[in-house]
Nanobody, 114 residues
């Protein structure tokens, strides 16, 4: 059974950093397209970052380019999202997923506020 468990969120001041983790089970992250999404309360979930199945290519939402980095650890079967220079508008619940889509996990709350 495919399962995704996000962690690492929290409260951080503007300009700070967080690293989100997504522990995957039921499939191997090493040969899978992987995503990080986020949802602001009251809005649709939006795609933030994509990592290709080979790991050689990434894509980011324009507003996070140069600040966020998606990566994976094949040995730990875990996906990461390194978030630097955080802004209040990055406040959201963050979710990981794969292609083809699996059931969404519970997400992890990120709050950027002074």
């Amino acid at each position: 059974q495919v399962q995704l468990v996000e962690s690492g969120g929290g409260l951080v001041q503007p300009g700070g950093s967080l690293r989100l983790s997504c522990a995957a089970s039921g499939f191997t992250v090493s040969n899978t397209v992987l995503f990080w999404y986020r949802r602001v309360q009251g809005k649709e979930r939006e795609l933030v970052a994509t990592l290709s199945s080979t790991g050689s290519s990434t894509n980011y939402k324009n507003s996070v380019k140069g600040r966020f980095t998606i990566s994976r650890d094949n040995a730990k079967n875990t996906v990461y999202l390194q978030m630097d220079s955080l802004k209040p508008e990055d406040t959201a619940v963050y979710y990981c997923n794969r292609w083809p889509f699996a059931s969404w996990g519970q997400g992890t709350q990120v709050t950027v506020s002074s």
